[in-house]
């Protein structure tokens, strides 16, 4: 069965240290990759997403990913974190199959310590 | 533009009750989808939406009814309450069914089922 799986349910890291979420999928075809984020009381938004090209995305507020087909794996990186960077990442997996399928992580929850 | 707008934000019920969730966007988008959180499990899709009068089953469509009557509108029915249906709910729409689309996601409502 398809799944993503993120590994570490919890991040604590202070200001300025560096950040990487890992996201990996289990999915033999097509895919297109998403980080959203979900800053505490507001909405999911996106982060960045892949869907074919450089593998290196960059997205809003500094934060990039890498896509790595050989290794499934579409990890989250940041090199100096913020405050106000705390919140719940997702990582989020579109399978092409007939249309697509959306399969969501389990999420990360980032503390950043002042 | 508002969004993707969600009521209520909050929602205590009694096992058995019935209630709906209200969904709406003013995206114009065709597709809309409607997913739960649970804690260590990430966003699951319960039913989605690929136009007006048209509505499909997600991964996790038990105890959950839909209808879209109009574009803007997809509103989640809970025929009878239960327990295991405490959740976050999230609605979602997309500008189309493709996967490389990015969704938009609503504020969410949190379901208490005694």
């Known amino acids: 069965a398809q799944s993503v799986s993120q590994h570490n349910h919890h991040v604590i890291l202070s200001e300025a240290a560096s950040l990487e979420l890992g996201c990996n999928y289990s999915?033999?075809?097509?895919?297109?990759l998403f980080w959203y984020v979900q800053y505490p009381g507001q909405h999911l938004q996106l982060l960045l997403k892949y869907f074919s090209g450089d593998p290196l995305v960059k997205g809003i507020k500094g934060f990039e990913a890498e896509f790595i087909k050989s290794k499934f794996s579409f990890n989250l990186r940041k090199p100096s974190v913020q405050w106000s960077d705390t919140a719940e990442y997702f990582c989020?997996?579109?399978?092409?199959?007939?249309?697509?399928?959306?399969?969501f992580g389990a999420g990360t929850r980032l503390f950043v310590k002042a | 533009n508002a969004g993707v707008t969600q009521t209520p934000k909050f929602q205590v019920l009694k096992t058995g009750q019935s209630m709906t969730l209200q969904c709406a966007q003013d995206m114009n988008h065709e597709y809309m989808s409607w997913y739960r959180q649970d804690p260590g499990m990430g966003l699951r899709l319960i039913h989605y939406?690929?136009?007006?009068?048209?509505?499909d089953q997600g991964e996790v469509p038990n105890g959950y009814n839909v209808s879209r009557s109009t574009t803007e509108d997809f509103p989640l029915r809970l025929l009878s309450a239960a327990p295991s249906q405490t959740s976050v709910y999230f609605c979602?729409?997309?500008?189309?069914?493709?996967?490389?689309?990015?969704?938009?996601f609503g504020p969410g409502t949190r379901l208490l089922v005694l």
């Open positions: 999915y033999g075809g097509t895919v297109n």
């Open positions: 979602a729409s997309q500008t189309r069914r493709l996967a490389e689309e990015t969704q938009y």
């Open positions: 989020a997996v579109n399978v092409r199959a007939g249309g697509f399928k959306t399969i």
């Open positions: 939406s690929v136009g007006a009068g048209i509505t």
